[in-house]
C-alpha cells in the first residue's frame, strides 16, 4: 500500500461499519473535510487487524467494503483508529501485495520549563535537588478521546537519586509533568532524565526531552568569607574607610612584608612574601633562617613590582597564591576577635549560608598557633569526633556554630576554612586574613618597663619628702640632759 495523501483529514472523521455477511459490510462516515469518490474503489480500509477493499462507492459518505484479512468488525470506529490506503492488486481475488507506512502530521506539542531547558546538562551536589516541569498539548481539537497521559518518564539510572512526579490536566486537555530529583546518598554517576510523548509523530520538532544528570561537584559552586564590615572593592584599593570611632579599617603592609613566626616578631619564617617589590630590600632579614624563606610567586624572575604584573583581583584576593599582590588587610585591635561567615555560591541559585550539618577545618597558613578557636558543637560534630575521624593533616575540627576566633598574638594572620569530605562532592575552601594592631608590648619588654617606672616613682617620692623636710622641718624640744642655757645679753 502507498501512503494515502488525505490521511489527516480521513483521520478526523468517525468511521461507522454495518455488516452485510462475513466477508463484507457497509460503511459510512460522518459529515467532514473528507468525503468518498469514484476514485477510491479498490483502496483498502484498515481497521485494527482488519483490512477490508472498497468494492463499491455509493455515495460521498457510504461505500461497501469487502473483508481481505481478520474479521470484519462492526460498530462505530473512532477518528485515528481507522485509515484508507491506495493499494495494488492484481487480480481480483488476489490479496493486497504491497505496503508502505504513513507518519501522520504533528498534532503534538512539548514544551519544556525554563529550568530544564536553560541547561542541558545540570549537577547534582550530595542533598542537592533539582525541579523542572514539561507541559504537552494537541493542537487538533477533539484527538484525545481516552485518559491516556500524553507524558512518560525514563530514568537511565534510577539508583542515583530518589523521584518525585506530578501531573496536572486543563479542560482544554494539555498536560503538565513536575519532576523532582533528590539526591540523597554519597554516590558520583551520571543519569539521563527523558519526558516523551510516545503518541506524538515523528513528524513533530520535539517528541521527547533528555537532561542529562550528574551527581558530581557542580563548576560553579565555591564557598566565600564574608568581611564584616564590607568595603566596596574601589574603596579597599584606594580608600581610607573608617568604623563608627573614626579609626581606620584597614592597613597597608609593608613592601616585601612577612608574617611573624613562633620565634618572635624579627624572625619570620614563611614562605609567603606579601606586597612584595623585588627592587626593594626584605625587612627582618637578621637571621640565616629568615634570609632562606620567604619565596616569590607572582614577582618570581621579575626586577620591580611593576613588572610582577598584579591585576585589581589579585590585590583584593585573599588567597595564599596571591599574597605577592596583597596591599593591605583589614585591621583589628589587640585582641583580635572575629566570628567567621561563610556563603555558598552556586549558579542559578541562591547564596546559602554555611550553617548545620556542615564541618570544616581552620589552617594558619603561615604556621602561626598563638590563636584560640571556640565553636558550640552540632549534632553533626559530635557524631564526627565520636566516630574518631581523622583529619590527615591533624586539623581540629570545628561546626559552624557560635565559631569564634581569637588571635593573641600581632600583625597578620591568614587562615584557611575548608569544608571536610562527605558534606559536598566540591572540594569548598576559601581564605581570609586579618592585621591585629596596637599589642601590648612584649615579654619581658613590658615587666621591665613596669619596674623601671615603679622604681623612678619610689624614687621621686623619697627625693620629695626629703626636700620637704628639709624646708619644713622644725627640732623638737630636749626633754633629757642638760636644760641649761648661756644667757647673752646684748
Known sequence: MRAYEDL????????????????????????????FVDEHNGYSLKVADTVASIKYVVNTSHVQVGCLEGMMLAGDILPGDWILYQSETGLASTPVSLWSLLEPKCSH????????SQYPVRFLDIGGSFTFSIT???????????????????????????????????????????????????????????????????????????????CACPPSKTLSFIYSPVIPPLEFLHGHPKNSKKKPLLINLKPNYRPPSHLGIAIPLSDNIYNADPAKSRPRDYYQHSKESGRYKQCHNKTSQEECGCTDAMKLSSLQRNTDCRERAYRLRHPGKMWPQFIISEQDKEDQWLEDPY???????????NYLVTDTPSASLIALRDSGLKI??????????????????????????????????CPLQDEFQFYVDKPPLAYPTQMIIIASVSVGIGGAVIIIYLYYLSKHYVPPPRTFGSQCMDIHHD
Not at 362 to 367: C, I, K, M, R, T
Request: glycine share 6%.
Open 8 to 35: 489527516a483529514r480521513v483521520n478526523q472523521q468517525v468511521l461507522h461499519l454495518e455488516p452485510i455477511n462475513d466477508t463484507s459490510a457497509w460503511a459510512s462516515i460522518d459529515p467532514g473535510s473528507f468525503s
Open 136 to 214: 504537552a498539548s494537541v493542537t487538533i481539537p477533539g484527538i484525545r478521546h481516552s485518559k491516556k497521559p500524553l507524558l512518560f518518564l525514563s530514568i537511565g539510572n534510577p539508583t542515583l537519586f530518589h523521584t518525585k512526579t506530578s501531573y496536572t490536566r486543563d479542560k482544554f486537555g494539555s498536560e503538565t509533568m513536575t519532576v523532582t530529583l533528590q539526591h540523597e546518598i554519597f554516590n558520583t554517576g551520571l543519569s539521563t532524565v527523558t519526558v516523551h510523548m510516545p503518541d506524538a509523530s515523528m513528524l513533530c520538532p520535539k517528541t521527547s526531552f533528555t537532561l542529562t544528570i550528574k
Open 109 to 116: 506539542i512539548l514544551i519544556p520549563d525554563e529550568a530544564a
Open 359 to 369: 564541618v570544616l577545618t581552620l589552617h594558619e597558613v603561615n604556621n602561626r598557633h
Open 392 to 425: 590527615a593533616n591533624g586539623s581540629q575540627l570545628y561546626s559552624t556554630r557560635g565559631l569564634k576566633i581569637t588571635m593573641l598574638g600581632s600583625e597578620l594572620y591568614h587562615f584557611r576554612a575548608t569544608v571536610i569530605e562527605g558534606f559536598s562532592y
